[in-house]
């Protein structure tokens, strides 16, 4: 009984041993296994973070790419513009070779002076045609006064020089109602072409104002004629402009005339003569002080049948004198005349006249107080002869036609002579003063 309890309890701690034997090793096993999946954890999450930072390097270097894209193609439009740019720069410089040695044909200036809307036109319109003979007619903006969008205007054309005249000065009317803008024009017209004569020491000079439109052969006009005011002495300037170039009453666009009648609007003039005027320039109305005898001393004016100039200037210092009447209906020439090869020597002096001579004796005489009526009904030239202004006035009024006299000389005549077209055909109209014919050698 003895030996069976002491069997027992034998056994009992061999179980024991065993048993605890087992719990060690499983503690064992566990703490190991613990250890492993802590490690197992600990690069899991090292991995993650290693993860994000290289997605996050990934992330960089894609911005950077797309950076670079972004770059490479501003750079690449850069290099296009400053191809471009270059291209352009050799053109120009081309040209400045090839005509380093030409002297301007004449100075173009446009007088402004608060029209900003007014100066963009007239100046896109002289661009359209001037940017190609920009070398022989350079081009000037001369503003009178302050006003800041003319100003800024002006200066937003890059080849176009800009000159401002600023004059304090107070002006005092030598009449009662008179309109300090016609004294503050005289002056303005007086400053830029001293500034273009004598300072910048132009031969010729083109006057414009801000409210005109130019026509496609404008330039090539003036270049043919230009050489009339350096060898002809009795010619005062060259003008574009018709007073009497309503559509109705013209009709060939390479007809030029001689005229006694200062007409302005787009007008050549020569150092030479601006330094015979300069002196005595007068305080206001200049152009009606240009047409006074004494001053053009019986030189005269080319004009052509068909203006190369258009005044839209319908709101102005004149207040639409005139407008609708005799600016609006103006044709502007739309015909690109040769001038290049065009023979202009019957516009010289004795040639002229004789010619003209010829066709006013060729056109039919009408006499009566129905001479109007039967001009209508006619299908050749004729000629009506006025008895004085007031005739002259009556008769013109009847056609239509500028009825206005300065200094005793009807506008557009030459010798008292006014000719027209017929309702836009190749018939002429010639009203001619009683000693017309005498003048011409008839």
């Known amino acids: 009984m003895a030996r069976s309890i002491v069997d027992i309890r034998l056994l009992f701690l061999v179980v024991a041993a065993i048993f605890i034997f087992i719990q060690v090793r499983l503690f064992a096993t566990q703490s190991h296994y613990a250890d492993r999946l802590a490690a197992v954890e600990k690069a899991e999450n090292q991995c993650v973070s290693e993860s994000r930072i290289l997605i996050d390097q990934i992330s960089k270097q894609q911005e950077r790419i797309v950076d670079l894209e972004e770059k490479m193609l501003r750079k690449n439009e850069e290099c296009a513009q400053l191809k471009t740019l270059i291209q352009d720069l050799q053109k120009k410089l081309q040209l400045t070779i090839n005509h380093r040695d030409e002297v301007p044909v004449a100075a173009v200036v446009v007088m402004a002076c608060n029209r900003p809307d007014y100066l963009e036109r007239t100046i896109q319109s002289i661009l359209k045609y001037q940017t190609s003979v920009a070398s022989k007619f350079p081009l000037f903006i001369s503003q009178d006064g302050t006003n800041a969008d003319v100003k800024n205007k002006a200066l937003s054309f890059t080849d176009v020089t800009f000159m401002q005249h600023i004059d304090l000065e107070p002006v005092e009317t030598e009449r009662p109602g008179e309109l300090i803008a016609y004294y503050k024009i005289a002056r303005h017209y007086k400053w830029a072409l001293d500034e273009l004569f004598v300072k910048r020491s132009f031969n010729r000079v083109i006057i414009l104002e801000d409210d005109m439109e130019i026509a496609p052969d404008f330039f090539e006009y003036f270049e043919a004629t230009a050489t009339f005011l350096d060898t002809d002495k009795t010619i005062m300037a060259v003008s574009s402009w018709n007073d009497n170039g309503q559509q109705q009453f013209v009709y060939d666009p390479e007809v030029l005339y001689r005229s006694d009648f200062f007409p302005g609007l787009g007008w050549m003039l020569t150092k030479s003569i601006w330094e015979e005027l300069s002196p005595k320039w007068p305080k206001a109305y200049w152009d009606d002080w240009v047409r006074l005898k004494e001053v053009h001393k019986d030189r005269q004016f080319i004009h052509p049948e068909v203006c190369r100039t258009y005044n839209f200037g319908e709101h102005g210092s004149s207040m639409g004198q ?69 005739d002259f006035e009556r008769i013109a009024r009847q056609f239509g036609i500028f009825e206005e006299w300065k200094d005793g000389v009807p506008r557009t005549a030459y010798k008292g002579v006014v000719v027209f077209r017929y309702k836009k055909t190749r018939r002429r109209i010639f009203l001619i003063a009683p000693d017309s014919l005498k003048q011409l050698g008839l």
């Open 322 to 390: 005139f407008f609708q009447q005799y600016l609006q209906p103006i044709r502007l020439n739309d015909v690109q005349v040769n001038w290049k090869s065009a023979d202009l020597s019957y516009l010289k002096e004795e040639n002229f006249r004789k010619k003209f001579a010829k066709e006013v004796s060729a056109a039919k005489p009408l006499q009566g107080s129905d001479a109007i009526l039967k001009a209508h009904n006619m299908d050749e030239d004729v000629r009506i002869q006025y008895n004085d202004q007031r």
